[in-house]
């Protein structure tokens, strides 16, 4: 599993703990203040959701780049060219 995914992972474990959290702060509260913090949860997952298939679709490019770059800084130290 390479790093992308794992911190993918992370981020959706951490954003689930907080709904999870809001979530029975919610059965504590008011209808009132309850309604306004499942509105945030929601959004809050949609964004989570969102951020994590944006790091999934950028893994291949982001990926391709480190290792354009890595080649160009080894190739730069092995014989002084540039990329």
Request: proline letters at 2%; a positive charge; hydrophobic letters at 60%.
């Amino acid at each position: 599993m390479n790093t992308v995914a794992i911190y993918s992972m992370i981020i959706g474990f951490a954003v689930a703990a907080r709904v999870r959290g809001a979530a029975a702060w919610v059965a504590a509260s008011t209808p009132r203040v309850a309604q306004s913090t499942v509105e945030y949860a929601i959004v809050a997952a949609v964004i989570a959701v969102i951020a994590i298939a944006a790091v999934n679709g950028l893994r291949t490019p982001l990926a391709n780049a480190f290792t354009q770059i890595g080649a160009c800084v080894t190739g730069a130290m092995g014989s002084g060219g540039s990329c």
